[in-house]
């Protein structure tokens, strides 16, 4: 069985480095042979149909500093796992966020407008349609969709490792004559930055850490 370390939403440029420089100390230690990205890796804040503040800065700059910021953490975790390790980079919601708009507002432009590139770097594999569900050993990677733990492990009767909700768990189901297991990896975001401060209260349940899978089963690790 590989050993696979789930990075969870980073909301890029809102990343919390600290969180973040904790988790490429788990990387040295877990030693994983596959290290996904569980989508959200940027934020989109420009792009979200949401109120939004536009004093914090240009649509330019939010997507300038995020994509620099992706780019050092892929080279950060290839100069730390190694060239043996397999890396994933897939997409979550907010990583939709311009291509719904264009596909909303615009859609014949959408094919010179695209935004591909984005989520594209040397030595990783880019799964670009959110919607995809990828495979490792029988267990199911995605983003994410549902907000209630244990839904995407019921909705696909597989063990699921996702992100979405930032709120970390792990759940087990029996399933007629077998266990499955769903691991919510929770986040590595600035939880108190404006773009993330959607939520009904400051207060919030958002957990930072990430996944760990292999031949022990999956367990959720603090960052």
């Not at 890396?87 to 966020?97: E, K, M, P, V």
């Not at 264009?102 to 014949?108: F, H, Q, R, S």
């Given at each position: 069985m590989q050993r696979v370390l789930a990075v969870p939403?980073?909301?890029?440029p809102w990343t919390d480095i600290n969180a973040v420089t904790s988790l490429?100390?788990?990387?040295?230690?877990?030693?994983?042979?596959?290290?996904?990205?569980?989508?959200?890796l940027y934020d989109m804040y420009a792009h979200t149909r949401f109120a939004r503040s536009h004093d914090l800065c240009t649509p330019k700059e939010e997507m300038a500093e995020a994509r620099k910021f992706a780019e050092g953490f892929w080279k950060q975790c290839q100069r730390i796992a190694g060239r043996k390790c397999?890396?994933?980079?897939?997409?979550?919601?907010?990583?939709?966020?311009?291509s719904k708009r264009?596909?909303?507002?615009?859609?014949?432009i959408a094919s010179i407008l695209g935004i591909d590139h984005l989520f594209k770097f040397p030595g990783v594999e880019t799964i670009l349609d959110s919607r995809t569900e990828l495979q490792i050993d029988g267990n199911i990677y995605t983003h994410g969709h549902y907000t209630k733990h244990?839904?995407?492990?019921?909705?696909?009767?597989?063990?699921?490792?996702?992100?979405?909700?930032?709120?970390?768990?792990?759940?087990?189901?029996?399933?007629?004559?077998?266990i499955i297991w769903e691991l919510d990896a929770g986040h590595l975001a600035q939880d108190d930055s404006e773009p993330l401060s959607y939520t009904p209260t400051k207060t919030n349940k958002w957990t930072k850490g990430?996944?760990?899978?292999?031949?022990?089963?999956?367990?959720?690790v603090a960052d």
């Open positions: 939403d980073l909301h890029a490429y100390s788990a990387i040295e230690r877990f030693k994983p042979s596959v290290l996904i990205q569980l989508g959200d397999r890396y994933i980079q897939i997409l979550g919601n907010h990583d939709d966020r311009p264009i596909a909303d507002k615009y859609p014949e244990g839904q995407h492990a019921a909705y696909y009767g597989k063990s699921v490792i996702h992100g979405h909700t930032h709120r970390a768990a792990v759940i087990y189901i029996k399933l007629y004559d077998r990430h996944g760990e899978i292999d031949e022990l089963g999956p367990r959720w």
